[in-house]
């Protein structure tokens, strides 16, 4: 039988963004041409100042195209919405509301009784293994605690799109490695759509259907990569294969030839 194609979830048609401050124009994006398929994680690499934040603030609705446009199940992005939740490197909790307050903050503008936000609110700490921790403050809690709150906060309004911008980049190596096996965790359980932002090549090759890579600035498409790899046995037995050792280091060289020719 042929395989069903999953239809786009997110499309770019020819996005570009500048900035312009003090006289000086930066072109941030240049003719971006993109497609996430629904249920997808696809993983976005690429040098520093390549665009992959202004992307995803794009997308989210927190920035206008200077040109191109976004789609969304078909519709233009206009503002932010529901429908599309970012996670932030820097967790971006409110150090004056316990978890418990941080993960309903996203539920209080919906149409929901007290009681069933603090249901929601409380299968989302459960969900992310938060249980213990309902009223500790953020000043309290480990970097991968809190970046459980940041994703349980997200994850609990239901948007079907998750935007991750460089989300574990502020943890150590050890923390790190558990955050990605949590989020694969969270991704095949939740079937959501999911596009993140990273400078780890392995992480994104451990995590992701398809990774693209990007040019230096102005930031465009460069390479796009099928990942492929069978992440049914444990996480060792995924990354000390051969396979993904060769993928890993054949987007790195795509990576890398970007970094040198921003230097030049």
């Not at 997308?59 to 599309?84: C, H, N, Q, W, Y």
């Not at 603090?118 to 970046?147: D, N, T, V, W």
């Not at 259907?209 to 040019?215: A, E, K, L, Q």
Request: charged share 25%; glycine share 8%; aromatic share 8%.
């Amino acid at each position: 039988m042929p395989l069903i194609e999953r239809m786009a979830k997110i499309e770019t048609q020819g996005l570009s963004k500048t900035y312009r401050s003090g006289g000086e124009t930066t072109v941030a994006l240049n003719d971006l041409t993109i497609s996430v398929r629904e249920g997808e994680f696809l993983t976005i690499v690429g040098p520093s100042g390549c665009g992959k934040s202004t992307l995803l603030y794009i997308i989210a609705g927190f920035l206008k195209p200077s040109a191109g446009r976004v789609l969304v199940d078909g519709r233009p992005v206009e503002a932010p919405g529901t429908d599309r939740g970012i996670v932030f490197q820097e967790y971006a909790l409110f150090p004056w509301r316990t978890v418990l307050d941080n993960i309903l903050f996203g539920l209080e503008y919906q149409a929901l009784s007290r009681p069933e936000r603090l249901a929601r609110a409380r299968q989302y700490i459960e969900f992310m293994g938060l249980e213990g921790f309902e009223h500790r403050y953020p000043k309290e809690l480990s970097g991968g605690m809190k970046q459980r709150v940041a994703l349980a906060r997200t994850l609990c309004y239901n948007p079907d799109v998750l935007l991750l911008d460089e989300p574990f980049g502020a943890l150590d190596a050890q923390t790190r490695e558990i955050m990605q096996d949590e989020l694969l965790r969270v991704w095949r359980e939740t079937k959501k759509t999911v596009l993140m932002v990273t400078h780890s090549v392995s992480e994104a090759v451990y995590l992701s259907d398809r990774v693209i890579v990007m040019t230096s600035r102005p930031g465009t498409r460069k390479a796009e990569f099928a990942v492929g790899l069978d992440r049914a046995g444990s996480r060792e037995q995924i990354i000390l294969t051969p396979a993904f050792a060769e993928l890993q280091s054949r987007i790195w060289m795509q990576v890398r030839e970007e970094v040198l020719r921003s230097r030049t």
